[in-house]
């Protein structure tokens, strides 16, 4: 495992040093998600493209009508589960860099969405885990082992695999009740080592990819309101202790050459506004543009504070797309499109490919 690092190759600079390479464009397939939606309109203007258009663009016809291609997509759309996933293509001067934001629960869901996708496993040089929780980290020696294989099979490294060093054994959130649901418990780093990852271990903020994305480490909490996942309990071994804050969640974080910088944050339980300001600390300037992924507002103990992140994120963060997903929340999802769509919410759902390219001289 490597040394925590905190310094990176960029004109962009935060107090800690670390940030990314502006890049000329940024595409993320969204591989694991709680939906799945390939129906809904999206706002004019919205670099997203639905699962639909994935397919009708990736599978040959099946007939032709009136000398048009006949696409079977149904037969080809993902699975939807409860976890999340996001593949980052980041394109700077003609050359690619591709990274992995976590893997979900289950391996075998992640290796068949992205088969459908047609997703290049040995192109994933990186897999970087957000939190330790197992919606997101459960298939990491499966997908690991799958993405090695291939890498080795092209001749390439194995992939890096950059998680937290400070894991838990088991999760799980405590009922007003009393009882505990635990979440299965956590995948050790020996066996995510044994499937082909070079393992690595950073708590603090660092380049990815040779700089094309940037990892952050601890989230500072700055919002009164958002303050951790109410309930939530970590055991080490068969200690367990109350954890709200959950600070080795980070967030991955991208800059598109006159667009912004893209931040994605799994599950948001330090705060989807404060993974926000977080992000922009390492960007001095530079507006942000999309917030991808689970804003954790689901929930009777977490509702409440929807009024004050909406607000925030509109009057504070003011991004140019919202795509909530995940753990969000109908509640908190309808919140925000009544907030920022037609032209600013394109939803995370499984299948989702956004675009981001650059703006700009």
């Known amino acids: 495992m490597s040394a925590d690092a905190t310094t990176a190759d960029s004109h962009h600079t935060s107090r800690d040093g670390a940030a990314s390479l502006p890049l000329d464009e940024l595409v993320i397939t969204v591989v694991v998600d709680n939906a ?18 994935i397919h009708m663009m990736c599978n040959a016809p099946t007939r032709h009508l009136d000398g048009h291609p006949c696409v079977d997509v149904l037969g080809h ?51 970087f885990l957000s939190h330790w929780h197992w919606d997101h980290s459960g298939g990491l020696p499966a997908v690991v082992g799958a993405i090695a294989a291939d890498r080795r099979a092209a001749g390439f490294p194995d992939p890096i695999v ?35 990852a070079l393992v690595e271990t950073h708590a603090e903020a660092h380049p990815l990819a040779d700089g094309w994305f940037l990892g952050s480490g601890a989230i ?22 109350p954890d709200p804050l959950i600070m080795d969640e980070r967030f991955l974080a ?16 330090a705060g989807v506004v404060n993974a926000c300001l977080g992000a922009g600390s ?8 999309v917030v991808l992924g689970g804003y954790h507002l689901a ?18 963060i003011d991004p140019r797309l919202v795509a909530p997903g995940h753990c969000t929340g109908w509640r908190a999802a309808a919140a925000l499109a009544a907030r920022f769509a037609p032209d600013r919410y394109g939803p995370s759902v499984v299948g989702t490919t956004y675009v981001l390219s650059a703006e700009g001289g």
């Open 36 to 53: 799945t939606d390939s129906l809904s309109s999206i706002g004019p203007g919205v670099p997203q493209l639905p699962e639909m258009a």
């Open 77 to 127: 759309h993902c699975v939807a589960c409860h976890g999340f996933s996001a593949l980052l293509r980041g394109t700077r001067d003609g050359t690619t860099r591709t990274a992995l934001f976590d893997v979900g629960p289950y391996g075998d869901v992640w290796l068949d969405n992205a088969e459908r996708l047609g997703i290049d496993l040995a192109s994933i040089e990186a897999v």
């Open 162 to 196: 950059d998680l937290h060093p400070d894991r838990p054994d088991q999760r799980g959130i405590r009922t007003p009740g009393g009882p505990v649901g635990l979440l299965p418990p956590e995948p050790t780093f020996e066996a995510i080592a044994a499937a082909g």
């Open 220 to 241: 500072e909490r700055v919002t009164t309101y958002e303050t951790g996942l109410v309930g939530h309990v970590s055991f080490h071994g068969d200690v367990a202790v």
């Open 254 to 269: 991208a800059h598109v050459r006159g667009r912004g910088v893209t931040v994605l944050s799994a599950c948001s339980h």
């Open 282 to 289: 390492h960007y001095p300037g530079v507006p942000i543009d």
């Open 299 to 316: 929930g009777g103990a977490m509702e409440p504070r929807i009024d004050e992140t909406v607000r925030d994120l509109a009057e504070l």
